[in-house]
């Protein structure tokens, strides 16, 4: 189950309404082996696609140091479908080489992407290890805290 406190949930949706036509994309990092996400970092979609993204790789590079350097690691890696629902495409399986990730998809077709748009947004989030995908489910709190001292 991914546990994603409801600031960083509705910073990667106002980042995936932004963002479209385009896919957006980015990750959300915490403390390694925590499973708490929770720095969020929006990334620049260096396809500049409706279809595909994908990080610009000297950003990617230096957050992955950074992160090397401060002990963290993704938690969440996400991105958006413009026009699809909110489910992993062969290519996304193909690249999802982070076992630990949960790989957050947001779609934004249907006219999700609108900030005066009032309907659900598909909000999903998978495992994929070696190209098996596990859906889980989505558990969106006001803060961590609340978790705490739950197994």
């Given at each position: 189950?991914l546990?994603i406190?409801?600031?960083?949930?509705?910073?990667?949706v106002a980042?995936a309404r932004k963002?479209h036509?385009?896919?957006?994309?980015?990750v959300?990092?915490?403390p390694?082996?925590?499973?708490?996400a929770?720095?969020f970092?929006?990334?620049?979609n260096?396809?500049?696609?409706?279809?595909?993204?994908?990080f610009?790789?000297?950003?990617?590079k230096?957050?992955?140091?950074?992160?090397?350097?401060r002990?963290?690691?993704a938690?969440v890696?996400y991105h958006s479908?413009t026009a699809?629902?909110?489910?992993?495409?062969r290519?996304d399986i193909?690249r999802?080489?982070e076992p630990n990730?949960?790989y957050?998809?947001?779609s934004?077709r249907?006219?999700?992407?609108?900030q005066t748009?009032d309907?659900?947004?598909?909000?999903?989030?998978?495992?994929i290890?070696?190209?098996?995908?596990?859906e889980e489910?989505?558990?969106v709190?006001?803060?961590?805290e609340?978790t705490?001292g739950?197994?």
């Open positions: 189950m546990v406190e409801k600031g960083t949930y509705e910073a990667i980042h963002d036509p385009d896919e957006a994309c980015g959300v990092i915490g390694e082996g925590s499973d708490r929770e720095r970092v929006p990334m620049l260096a396809a500049m696609s409706p279809t595909y993204y994908q610009d790789d000297e950003d990617w230096r957050l992955y140091n950074e992160m090397w350097d002990d963290e690691e938690v890696i479908h699809t629902e909110a489910y992993p495409s290519t193909d999802a080489q990730a949960h957050v998809l947001v934004t249907g006219g999700a992407h609108s748009y309907g659900p947004v598909e909000f999903r989030s998978y495992r290890i070696g190209g098996v995908v596990t489910e989505v558990r709190v006001g803060s961590y609340e705490e739950e197994d």
